[in-house]
């Protein structure tokens, strides 16, 4: 056999290889002829690549008793199938780094997206973005240290920020005053401390990800997040695929979409933003309150004022939401950020004012409150499984020390 031989049956063998471990990522647990049937290879080449895969750690078998302690249901699996097949969830671990103004939180699973560890740490909101970095990078190293996880273990790390980022330039755009990583290249940054790939995003998008994968959207195919914050954000899931913010990322900035052309001018340069009227510190302004809990406390009580102020907040969301709704039609709309620890006497607004505004066969929308943490613990498990749906760069990561030996079965 010649070199370039052994080179084309090696680069096969890669090929079925990363195919057969992004069939046991996408699907879970397969026994040997599904994933012969899904990969379009022989039982032979599942097995001898299969074998390789076992013996390199990234890939585990249930058999027996093993397949019921595994969560597996083999109901409808044919008898002849001795064992189960998975990624092995302990061949990496993933990380989410979330920043907020006054926060930093860092959550790091393993591969099949189970907690390892999840921790945050508090700051000054005029820190400058590099202490914030190294704050940053010292609570991942603290809980991987927590949890035994060597670095180089690490298959990646999402990092959220407030703000548009820009995909062409990968530089975050001003968004809230005060915002410390506008105009700072983020993966640029944070490429310098870690060795690691790096996904950035706006961590609105992140909190998406994360209800989608483990709150309130599981289950679904398209929804719309949207946090009702000191910011107002939202981020879009469809058919399951996060939208990035279109070409240059700079979508999902709902809290500019104009709810009164002839209102006041925002800092943005339009008139009468959604932000004006339905933010937390836009309701808070108008009750003349301090902070989320006086304003939990005042509704809970059942104020008027606050009472007709989370009304007038719901309805001006519920007929941007409505546009929204006709031109998108999510099946499922998640309202997130502090506001929606009111509960009803927000959502109930939203919900009247959609079904009203909107067009007949956009306005069935459901409507609910997010399920997880608030903010920026969201956000970080969020980011964490956006590394987790990488597929192409998991299944590249988790090869690269696996020894793949060409043979007659590839």
Known sequence: MTAKDTGSLRALRRTNSERMLSALMEHGALHRAELARI???????????????????????AVGDQVARAGIDASEVDGRARGFLQANPAAGAAAGLDFTLERVWCHVTDLAGRTLASDGVSM?????????????????DTLLAQTGVDRSALLGVAIGVPGPLDLQTGVVGPSLPGQAWAGVNVSAEFGRQLDVPLLVDNNTRLEAVAEFTWGAGRGERDVLFLGLSTGIGAGLLVDGNLHHGGSRGGGGEAGHISADPAGAQCPCGNRGCLV???????????LHLDD???LLASAQAGDPGTVRALRAAGEVTGRVLANICNLLNPGLIIIGGEL?????LILEPIRATLRRSAMALTRDAEV??????LGVRAGASG?????LRQTDQLVAALLAGTDLRPNEAV
Request: aromatic content about 2%; overall charge negative; glycine content about 8%.
């Open 39 to 61: 990969c379009g290879v022989s039982r032979t080449t599942v097995s001898t690549i299969v074998a390789d895969l076992i013996t390199g750690g990234v890939v585990i078998e």
């Open 124 to 140: 000054d909101r005029d820190t400058p973005w590099q202490e914030r970095l190294t704050a940053g990078v010292g609570l991942l």
């Open 276 to 286: 004006q009227y339905a933010s937390l510190n836009a309701v808070l302004d108008t």
């Open 292 to 294: 989320i809990d006086q």
């Open 340 to 344: 929606a620890r009111t509960g009803d």
């Open 368 to 373: 609910v409150a997010a399920q997880l943490d």
């Open 383 to 387: 980011a964490a499984a956006l590394v």
